[in-house]
């Protein structure tokens, strides 16, 4: 079967620039992505394409060359499900609140909802692709709502029918584009070959096949759970690492680079810092844990788990050291905090160490200066929540945030921060001054050269 209307649900971080590149690459298929927020879908048809509610480099040019010919952004969610061979699911299923599985299982409503929209809409044959990382199994449960529809059909119209695929997305935000464009593998699981054959052939489109894996549907899921939880064990213990570099006098990134040169270890995401944020790693380790304790593999739970802990241990001791250097008291004292997103390029804080750090810094009574070139002024204070109250204002410049500053603290790997003129924060801080550098990016020799107390994660 060929592919010719797709219906994504869901215009997050990934439904949006998936099917973004979906289109580009696929001029042939129709793309829609539907959404219930209708001020998200505003955005992303927003005729200023810097206003698109994602940001993403080179996301832009992408949608502005497909946006209107094969790609749409829509609230009409029924009508593109009618209409679409394939529906991809890509809503957000975030770690319960509340219930059985509260702080470790995801919540699956928003799953559950948009397979029974599936099942109600849905005409002819069509493939269901889970987009968003899931909970081992999940697949049944969409199946199992959708058979129960399988068979029906408006009277003269073919009877409805369905295949579920799973087909994990493995695009890192800030990157999202070229990993999309030159993906290191597409993975692909179910027991319906002419439906894997067929979402096969879209990604065939521009993925070398050699790259594009089958597997069956439990497989598939776990991959995607392994892969982030292997993603973040290397960070917790390269983090560790850091922290004992600190103490002997060791410095991390040499110590990174030497272990990195070993081919079996390679040299990727072994970048020590304040602890990993993003919208994946704590929630699909926290799933890894819950699912191996309802298995009754509570060792390899608790291995699991301490991944997640010493990532919040990092956190905290980050704004503890910041808080003894400081005499041991930071009430009232103005620390600059440059960073807030939970990585360089992107507008995204889901989980970002920033939040944890200011609030245990603003729970001390310091106050921030913080700034950031793509986060808002709105998320941030989202993000910190009411209860801490005004300690801190966001702020445009870097020297902005640094005037009256003891303290600036870099937190996200912006390139702009690699560039700061030190003389001139210099100037305008209070002295003593200090800069603690939890990414390891700032050019710490002018720092020092311009008066400033230097702390870098990992150097001894
Ligand atoms: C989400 C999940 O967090 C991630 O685990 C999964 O891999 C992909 O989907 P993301 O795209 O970053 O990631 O989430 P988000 O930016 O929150 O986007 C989800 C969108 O779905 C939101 O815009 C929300 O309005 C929409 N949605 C949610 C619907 O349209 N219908 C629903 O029923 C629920
Ligand atoms: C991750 C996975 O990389 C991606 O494959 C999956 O689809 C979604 O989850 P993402 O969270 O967008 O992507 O970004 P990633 O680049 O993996 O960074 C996650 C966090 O780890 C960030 O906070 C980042 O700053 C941190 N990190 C990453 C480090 O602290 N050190 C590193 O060496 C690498």
């Known amino acids: 079967m060929s592919i010719r209307t797709i219906c994504c649900i869901g215009a997050g971080y990934v439904g949006g620039p998936t099917m973004a590149v979906i289109a580009d690459r696929c001029p042939g298929i129709q793309v829609t992505v539907v959404d219930l927020n209708q001020a998200r879908i505003d955005a992303w048809n927003d005729p200023d394409l810097s206003k698109l509610p994602v940001y993403e480099p080179g996301l832009d040019a992408v949608v502005g060359r497909c946006r209107g010919r094969n790609l749409h952004f829509s609230t009409a969610v029924e009508p593109a499900i009618a209409a679409a061979d394939m529906v991809f699911l890509s809503v957000n299923t975030p770690t319960k609140t509340k219930g059985v599985g509260a702080g470790q299982a995801s919540d699956l409503r928003w799953i559950e909802a948009s397979a029974r929209q599936v099942a109600a809409c849905a005409q002819g044959h069509t493939i269901v692709v889970e987009k968003s990382t899931l909970p081992v199994r999940t697949a049944e449960t969409v199946q199992a709502i959708l058979s129960a529809a399988q068979g029906d059909g408006a009277s003269g119209s073919s009877p409805k029918t369905f295949a579920v695929l799973s087909n994990p997305e493995f695009l890192a935000e800030g990157t999202a584009i070229p990993d999309l464009e030159q993906p290191d593998r597409v993975l692909i699981g179910g027991d319906d070959p002419a439906a894997i054959e067929a979402l096969a052939g879209v990604y065939g489109q521009w993925v070398p096949s050699d790259r594009i894996l089958r597997t069956n549907l439990w497989s598939s899921e776990l991959s995607k759970l392994t892969a982030n939880a292997f993603l973040a064990q290397r960070i917790s213990s390269i983090n560790s690492i850091a922290a004992l570099c600190e103490a002997t006098g060791a410095d991390v990134q040499e110590v990174a680079h030497a272990i990195g040169a070993d081919s079996r270890i390679g040299g990727k995401f072994l970048k020590a810092g304040p602890g990993f944020g993003g919208s994946c790693f704590q929630k699909d380790i926290l799933n890894l844990v819950y699912l191996c304790g309802h298995y009754g593999l509570h060792e390899v739970a608790a291995y699991w788990q301490s991944v997640v802990d010493l990532n919040g241990w990092q956190q905290h001791r980050i704004a503890r050291l910041v808080v003894q250097r400081l005499f041991g008291t930071v009430t009232g004292k103005r620390i600059a905090v440059l960073g807030f ?51 801190w204002q966001r702020v445009a410049t870097p020297v902005q945030a640094a ?58």
């Not at 245990?360 to 002024?377: F, M, R, T, Y």
């Not at 003891?406 to 001054?433: F, G, N």
Request: charged share 25%; hydrophobic share 45%.
């Open 403 to 460: 005037e009256g500053a003891d303290a600036l603290l870099i937190l996200t790997e912006w390139h702009d921060y690699v560039e700061l003129d030190w003389r001139a924060l210099a100037a305008v801080m209070r002295k003593p001054s200090w800069l603690f550098d939890a990414r390891n990016i700032a050019n710490a020799a002018q720092a020092r050269a311009a008066g400033l107390q230097v702390w870098s994660v990992g150097c001894g």
């Open 341 to 391: 997103a939970f990585k360089a390029d992107t507008n995204d804080t889901r989980e970002a160490p920033a939040i944890r750090i200011c609030q245990d810094l603003l729970e001390e009574g310091a106050q921030l200066a913080i700034h950031d070139p793509k986060v808002s002024e709105a998320q941030i204070a989202a993000d910190l929540g009411e209860n801490l109250g005004d300690g």
